[in-house]
């Protein structure tokens, strides 16, 4: 079936990059997508990348995507404390018309 | 990216009591989804709203228990019937248009039930 697998937590010092990691089962995906919540917040769009690139990069986000190991990460450059946040990865099935979300990656950045 | 608003933001309700939630676009968009996040947890779809149609209902999820409408292609609602403590959760209601990739998300609804 469907699934998408992210570790649950990830601690960093402010300055260093992060890097968040994602694989998925469903090797139909369209698109991949990465998204932040902050708390008490809704999702926030962050990037995402077509299933037929291996990377994309913006700003200090860069996304790659191991399409043969099913794998997908995110890094964030320079990480600073207002990146804390749960990060979660995504994926949309059935030509788009379905998106299967993780379980989310809490991201703690340390003074 | 679009905008979308979603009525009440929260809101505590007694069990066997409905409750609807509204979610508003600024512009036109082909697909509409609603989305439930329990606490501590990912976001599990619950059904996608069609425009003059019948919701596509997920596993689990079934018509009696969370009503949608579609009047529109900016304008959705959600009804959570007949309540209970196992309900309370964020809902969220999503948007997306057909051939574009971005899928956008509201603010949420907040709903406890006692």
């Known amino acids: 079936g469907e699934d998408v697998e992210q570790s649950l937590f990830l601690s960093v010092r402010e300055g260093d990059s992060s890097v968040i990691n994602c694989t998925y089962t469903?090797?139909?995906?369209?698109?991949l997508y990465w998204y932040k919540q902050e708390p008490g917040a809704g999702l926030q769009l962050l990037t995402y990348?077509?299933?037929?690139?291996d990377m994309k990069q913006d700003q200090r986000l860069t996304v790659l995507l191991n399409k043969k190991d099913k794998h997908l990460s995110l890094r964030i450059a320079d990480t600073q404390t207002g990146d804390s946040a749960i990060y979660f990865c995504?994926?949309?099935?059935?030509?788009?018309?379905?998106?299967?979300f993780g379980a989310g990656t809490r991201l703690f950045v340390k003074a | 990216s679009a905008v979308i608003s979603q009525k009440p933001s929260r809101d505590i309700c007694q069990r066997g009591t409905s409750l609807t939630i509204q979610c508003q676009v600024d512009?036109?968009?082909?697909?509409m989804f609603w989305y439930r996040q329990q606490p501590g947890q990912s976001l599990t779809l619950i059904a996608t709203?069609?425009?003059?149609?019948?919701?596509?209902?997920e596993s689990g999820f079934v018509i009696d228990k969370f009503p949608i409408s579609r009047p529109n292609l900016t304008f959705s609602t959600l009804t959570v019937s007949n309540m209970s403590p196992e309900d309370s959760s964020i809902y969220l209601c999503?948007?997306?248009?057909?051939?574009?990739?971005?899928?956008?998300f509201g603010p949420g609804t907040r709903l406890t039930v006692t």
């Open positions: 709203a069609n425009q003059g149609s019948e919701a596509t209902y």
């Open positions: 995504a994926e949309s099935i059935n030509g788009g018309f379905k998106t299967i």
């Open positions: 512009s036109q968009v082909t697909m």
């Open positions: 999503s948007v997306a248009t057909s051939g574009r990739a971005e899928q956008y």
């Open positions: 990348i077509f299933s037929n690139m």
């Open positions: 469903d090797s139909s995906s369209t698109y």
